[in-house]
């Protein structure tokens, strides 16, 4: 037991003398305060005045990425809309190919039914020439016409 209040005083001496110097020093760093008084308020003020210019720097860049993101959440919804509308357009233009590739059907079945007709015609010129050809031949071109008829006497005869 002896020792442990041996080891307790001398802990206890220890931080009394911890607490002399720390005083003294305390007094000696008060007086090089007072010495360089105006110096320490001017670095004190300047520091202020550094983390004030740094503190409305921040607060500049913090609103500018708030514009940055409302910008960003507008174009996000301004693509939302365009591709949206790029969708319909498309949807449209697969109606309009499809129409425009009936109406090439159409186009090319009309075209075949106007070249069968002009078949037809062709061979009814070409039946007609040669008709004309033998009625020339055997002497009954042209053709001799009844006389006119009286539509008074065919009113009368009725």
């Not at 002896?2 to 931080?15: A, D, E, K, L």
């Not at 500049?60 to 996000?76: C, Q, R, S, V």
């Not at 002009?118 to 020339?136: G, H, Q």
Request: glycine share 4%; aromatic share 8%.
């Amino acid at each position: 037991m002896h020792m442990i209040n041996y080891t307790i005083s001398r802990v206890i001496i220890n931080v009394m003398e911890f607490l002399s110097k720390m005083k003294t020093s305390v007094i000696e760093f008060s007086k090089r305060l007072s010495k360089h008084e105006f110096c320490i308020i001017l670095s004190l003020g300047l520091v202020i005045a550094v983390l004030m210019w740094s503190f409305s720097k921040q607060v500049d860049h913090h609103a500018e990425m708030i514009k940055l993101e409302k910008e960003n959440a507008y174009l996000a919804y301004q693509l939302q809309n365009v591709t949206k509308i790029a969708k319909e357009q498309d949807n449209e233009l697969g109606e309009a190919f499809n129409l425009l590739g009936q109406q090439g059907r159409l186009l090319n079945e009309q075209d075949h039914e106007i070249r069968t007709i002009r078949s037809a015609l062709w061979v009814k010129t070409v039946f007609y020439d040669a008709l004309v050809e033998y009625l020339k031949k055997i002497g009954e071109w042209p053709p001799k016409m009844p006389p006119p008829i009286d539509p008074d006497k065919l009113a009368n005869s009725i």
